[in-house]
């Protein structure tokens, strides 16, 4: 396996979040020892750490210590220290499934009129017919 540097992974990595409409943020903290990197956020409401270390290096223990913290409150946490793991979460992410309310919005909201201002205005049959949809899609996506 080729050896990456840290540097060069960040790079990477902030490229492909990039590419998926994100943002990469560098966390500097003089006040808390052990956080990830860098914090991801992505579209629709999604969020991970990543810990980037070169190739070959694992995490320090008050950063294990951290990571155990942030992944107890729910959040992903990856240590990435190759580029193959950071195709494979962006492939991961990629495939995630949208909320009901966020599918709905892609495929029929094109005014902007539905929501957030107003409830869903469909009939029941209608409504029906786009729950049905949605989970059509859903199934596609596993």
């Known amino acids: 396996m080729k050896i990456e540097s840290e540097k060069l992974l960040e790079a990477k990595l902030k490229d492909h979040i990039k590419k998926l409409g994100g943002w990469s943020i560098k966390i500097l903290s003089m006040h808390i020892n052990g956080l990830p990197d860098r914090l991801c956020l992505l579209p629709g409401e999604r969020l991970f750490f ?6 070959k290096k694992k995490p320090e223990l008050i950063q294990k210590v951290m990571h155990k913290k942030l992944k107890k409150l729910g959040f992903e946490v990856y240590v990435i220290d190759n ?3 950071i195709k494979e979460i962006v492939m991961k992410l990629g495939k995630k499934k949208l909320s009901f309310k966020d599918w709905y919005i892609k495929n029929y909201d094109r005014g902007g009129y539905l929501y957030p201002s107003k409830p869903m205005n469909l009939g029941f049959q209608d409504y029906c017919a786009r729950v049905d949809e949605y989970l059509l899609y859903l199934k596609s996506k596993t």
Not at 50 to 55: F, L, M, S, V, Y
């Open 83 to 85: 580029s193959e793991q």
């Open 50 to 55: 990543a810990e980037i270390k070169t190739t």
